[in-house]
């Protein structure tokens, strides 16, 4: 696997939030609503630029396919009880959706937790949009959805945050 | 050690909160504040007991024994630097505080987390009069209390929810 | 949800390991191994015992009908690509599965992480059963059920470590 | 805090675990062992190059610092009861030290786990060094230290994983 496959990878993750109606634009938006108060001169392009860069991440990538593919696979009826009902009903003590979004907020460390808790129950934007559908349209299933959006918007947002101190986190 | 130990260390635990100006009614407080909107006949004292039950696990009293000994011994300048200045300044890129809170919030489960993140982030009630003599306070220091104190009102929140739900989570 | 029916999930747990060639014996002898050294008067009744104890949670139901729903659905060529391609061949960079692990080792904290690691690492009894089968078994997938197989028995030898220091980790 | 300021915390953590009685070629070595049966070609000149790569991360340095701070405060017998005796027997119970561990092991996403708990059940090298002094010298206290370079090893090998398959896991 070299570097090419890594982007193309990307941009299948990118496709497939697109088809659950998830743009990056949406979730860029939550990026630059989430840091405006810290960081007044921050654009929606550095915002958009940071949220491509979480999902140039393979552990992002790998949580989102897994998370959205388990979204799908319910909605199609091929999970067996009594899994199949927890995720169709986004039952609230199942917290498996929690962990893999997790593994996304910690890819800049553990100074995301805190926008991704606070996306998670003020539900701004994109977010609040897909906890809609989950609620009126009878077949539809975004348990994993919400959380993993909200979960790239404090990543990209916690990037952002270690980028403006000029800290090499890369490599 | 016995069992009486891990009492008395629960004792200890409290004490230390209590110096630090946090009672356990505060954070039962928190907890209601989270949960009456879920299950309106709940009880500030069944949030009190929810809280004495958290506080009652090993792994929680030692992650607030840790925090808040790094806390004080800051205050006390018994840190070096560069780590001295970090935590005196609650620097928003050091990450160890929501770790260790982390493992508080997860006794019982990743449910959690959410609210750990919407509590860290919105600072209602004690969390935002600590927050508030962080900044008015020249020598003190509580760069881990506050991520504590939201932590166990998160798990508190979390065993209320399971406890509804009947399940033994008990073991 | 009533307690009878997080009973109910546990026997469908136990049942879906069973499917997939693990029996509670095979973890409880995993457990034996990991403690006997520590606690020499040990017996296998008490590591069983353990095992169910785990099993019991529902924080740990879920995440090994998560990892076994999606090594199963796997077999089935039910899984999209790139996602199906990653699990079939338990692609080392794929670190779901330790994620998902990793919820099940912390219900009794992270004293388990480290028997974890070791078990994964080392793979004895039934661990390097599963994945000889992984490896001679053209279609068979066991990219999640090796890890939590490990998990389980991390965080029944992190529960008999408490248990014998007779704490009130219940509750 | 600018990029310098960030290699000169770098400088300090090596400096401090020199202190404490670890080399990165310590730590390299380590390395080099855990993954030489995976890239036959691989030189402990690349090995050393992941450590410091990984030793670049702030959340790395951060995790370090406290953890070493926490050993040396116990050793001057600043910390109150009942913490002191916890972290001066290393309690078997007491989990902080793992969980800061994790923090430097996810620096490079999940997949480090393994062989994070693997060294620290198994002790090779250095690491049964740390553990061999701690048992000997009556007033030494290295509860955090053997964690942290276990940590630091198997971030450093997941790192070089990652590399292998040109993955920009950078940024």
Known sequence: MDKGQNTDNRAITIKLLQ?????????ARLVLELQKGYYPDLTCEECLDSVLRVLNKREVQ??????ITLDMLTEKNLIDEPLASILRNDDSLYGIDEILSLSI?????????????????????????????????????N??????????????SARIAHRVRAVPTDD
Chains 1, 2, 3, 4 share one sequence.
């Not at 088809?19 to 979730?27: A, H």
């Not at 790998?62 to 998370?67: D, K, P, R, S, V």
């Open 19 to 27: 088809q659950r109606g998830v743009s990056i634009e949406d979730i």
């Open 62 to 67: 790998n949580a989102i396919l897994t998370g």
């Open 105 to 141: 907020v910690n890819v800049y460390g553990s100074i995301g937790l805190t926008n991704f808790g606070y996306l998670d129950k003020v539900k701004p934007g994109i977010i609040g949009s897909i906890n809609d559908k989950k609620n009126s349209a009878k077949n539809r299933v």
């Open 143 to 156: 348990t994993f959805l919400d959380d993993i959006v909200a979960a790239i918007a404090a990543a990209a």
